[in-house]
């Protein structure tokens, strides 16, 4: 192979030379004009001149060697000879390891993505444990004359202790009721015919009847919906209902509503598809996509999704495992919005599982995101360790 000679050190070195000749000539001739002004006689000012024309010599004589040395660097060309020994005896097998994806909770790429929750704030922790606090994205149905909500700490669940308490001040309410509804991630993607699975936390001191609908974003169009009777009670009630929908809506909604006056808690509410993959949790056609790309491995749940911009926001594995009602969640400081870690160490595993990948798991090594961006990853893909749940 032949290669053109670089000559960029040769270009340096003669304009080296060249400064230095200026330089040093400056000096001779500083030296020289001192000289003229100490001196009295005619001699010494005849030798400053000789000295200065020999000070001249010295620098042309400098400038043709430089360009002199320049010049055949330009012309040369110098032959370098690489062998490559491609023979089969000396290959080297590429790893079937090497390819896999690498997972990251980041925009919902998870809660809201990938997970098929559809709802969002399912158990009104979002807001913080100080109380009454935001429970957005849940609104309400009817106006603050006729409905009154507010979070407080009365939940069965130890770990994640806000609920919502919602009071009906009406006796006869407008049709339809009065209520709550979420919009889910950016709407819920209802699709006729599909059935889905509605589990919800209920407490009531009194006998009442709640109707779960799905229904379009401005609650016009109804997908769905079902009545639900609350026994009275001072313990908390778990409820769940099928709902199959009668339309498609790529914008829909989750309501809960009521007509009969009084005060009822809600907490951990759920609706899921019933058709996700395998029936784990995941959403069919977005694992059908990862399924095409044979990952070998999968990296999860993130990189600064575990860290956190300050430590207590740190995603911790053993808050993510065990029931779902029970699993605190947490605020994700670095992207900036609650999980409820229903995604989580299990459903993590669980998906690498049904993609043929080994796990690789991230887990946050004491520090947060604004002292380090370091990761320690459990290479069990390399050493052929395998997490199990």
Known sequence: MEVSANFSFTMFFCFFLTALSFQWFYICTFRSQLACKVSRGSKQLMGSKEAFRRIIFCV????CVSCKCLTSEVNTTQLA????DASPQHARKIPETLFGIFFEEINHAGAGGIWA?????????AGGPNTPS???PWSIIGNES??????DRSSCFSRNIIALRMEVLCGDCQAGGVGIYNPGFWGMNIEDGKNYSLVMYAKSLENTELTVSLTSSDGLQNLSSATIQVAGTSNWTKLEQKLVAKGTNRTSRLQITTNKKGVIWLDQISL?????YKGHGFRKELVS????????FMRFPGGCFVEGQWLRNAFRWRESVGPWEERPGHFGDVWGYWTDDGLGYYEFLQLSEDLGAAPIWVFNNGNYFFIT???IFCYCLFSRIYWTA
């Open 60 to 63: 042309l004589l400098l400038l």
């Open 373 to 375: 961006e370091a990761h």
């Open 289 to 296: 996509m990862l399924l095409d790309l044979k990952p070998q």
């Open 146 to 151: 006729v409905i009154s909500v507010a979070t």
């Open 81 to 84: 000879v690489l062998k490559v």
């Open 134 to 136: 935001s429970i957005d």
């Open 272 to 276: 899921m598809p019933s058709d996700t």
């Open 117 to 125: 929750e559809l709802v969002s704030n399912r158990g009104f922790e």
